[in-house]
């Protein structure tokens, strides 16, 4: 039996399968395993059948399946406790990439310390099984391990902090695990740590979808950015995130523009332009139609300019019903009026064809001329 056989690996049928991008997304969110080879994407990574021997199990072996980028993590935590890896660890198949977290991250990048990673292991646990029934107790548990931990390893702190912010959303503490996760923000800062672009984000991005990322922690967020990274690098970062937690579900926050200027400025960058891109990714995103008025009023201007030069953003916005503004008279006005500046209320009347659309179609006498329904968008409305 080799390695594959003894994990119980099962994979689809039609292994090898083209699958299109939306597919593949969905699976891996879900925790589906897919057949070696299914994607590219930069969130799915290897899964690896690692086996492991030791003197005490005599011919048996220890068999885990484990993602590539937590393979080494697990090479060395199991080091540890005296087992030794063979030396195949064959790939069979593809899972949603995880960030390290902790004690992996800490193994991997600091090896040398990760036995003040590891002594803790069994209190993260004990402390884990608390934070259900006795919340303050997990809470003050997890600040004394990590006083400890700062004083030998201060570099620890982020991983170990998020670590505990997960312990409190596994059952819904969204305040436990923001507090803890603003901790681990606040280490990095006291400590002077270097920081991994590309892990923060994720991270930023996982807690933001659990609800747990607080307006403050991203208001924060801005400045260190524009602290650390020079401008036009602080930006790119900025927006990325930005983009990333609207399509993961989260509609942008109130003061997401004025943030957004601050960095803009100072990157040297044309603003007309640079936040009317911005814009078009934003509202591309379903959870647009949930952005704050506060949005919708400082992008007033950005959405009439983009709608100028990108005509398909006219469609978008008569999909919208915005649920971020009140049903009030004044609130209607200022919706309408923003789509007669953008020009969306051509498509209705068929005085305009929306972006590509051809001459001539059918659609009734309720569609205007490029086949935009007004009668269903009024029926929306109402």
């Not at 390290?100 to 884990?128: C, I, Q, S, T, Y």
């Not at 949005?295 to 999909?319: C, I, M, N």
């Not at 490029?370 to 009668?375: I, L, S, T, Y």
Request: proline residues 5%; charged residues 25%; contains cysteine.
């Amino acid at each position: 039996m080799n390695a594959t056989e003894a994990a119980g690996v099962r994979t689809p049928a039609r292994e090898g399968a083209a699958q299109d991008d939306a597919t593949v997304a969905a699976l891996l969110e879900a925790g589906a395993l897919l057949p070696p080879g299914s994607t590219a994407r930069e969130d799915a990574d290897t899964l690896t059948v690692r086996s492991y021997t030791h003197a005490a199990l005599g011919d048996r072996s220890v068999v885990r399946l484990v993602p590539g980028t937590l393979g080494e993590a697990e090479d060395l935590a199991l080091d540890f406790l005296g087992l030794v890896r063979d030396a195949e660890a064959p790939e069979v198949g593809q899972v949603r990439r995880e960030t390290l977290g902790f004690p992996a991250w800490a193994l991997v990048n600091d090896p040398a310390n990760g036995h003040h990673a590891l002594a803790l292991v069994k209190d993260v646990e004990r402390l884990a099984r608390q934070a259900k029934s006795r919340p303050g107790t997990a809470k003050e548990g997890f600040e004394q391990l990590g006083e400890r931990l700062g004083r030998a390893v201060p570099h620890f702190l982020p991983t170990f902090y998020e670590q505990a912010a997960r312990v409190f959303l596994q059952y819904d503490n969204t305040t436990y695990a923001a507090a803890f996760f603003g901790k681990a923000r606040d280490a990095e800062r006291v400590h002077a740590l270097a920081v991994d672009e590309d892990r923060q984000r994720a991270v930023f991005l996982e807690f933001a979808f659990a609800g747990a990322l607080t307006v403050k922690a991203l208001k924060q967020h801005v400045k260190d950015l524009a602290d650390r990274l020079d401008a036009s690098e602080a930006w790119a970062q900025f927006r990325q995130l930005a983009v990333e937690r609207c399509a993961a579900g989260m509609p942008p926050y109130a003061s997401l523009p004025q943030d957004a200027r601050v960095l803009i400025k100072a990157a040297g960058l044309p603003r007309v332009e640079t936040e009317g891109d911005l814009v078009a990714d934003l509202v591309a995103s379903p959870a647009a139609v949930r952005a704050p008025a506060s949005f919708w009023t400082a992008y007033r201007a950005a959405l009439a300019d983009l709608a100028g030069r990108r005509p398909a953003v006219r469609e978008r916005l008569l999909e919208i019903m915005p649920a971020g503004l009140d049903r009030t008279i004044e609130s209607d006005e200022f919706w309408l009026a923003l789509l007669t500046e953008c020009g969306a209320d051509r498509l209705l009347t068929g005085e305009d064809e929306p972006d590509g659309a051809g001459h001539g179609e059918a659609g009734g006498a309720e569609r205007g001329a490029g086949g935009v329904d007004a009668a269903g968008w009024l029926g929306r409305w109402a």
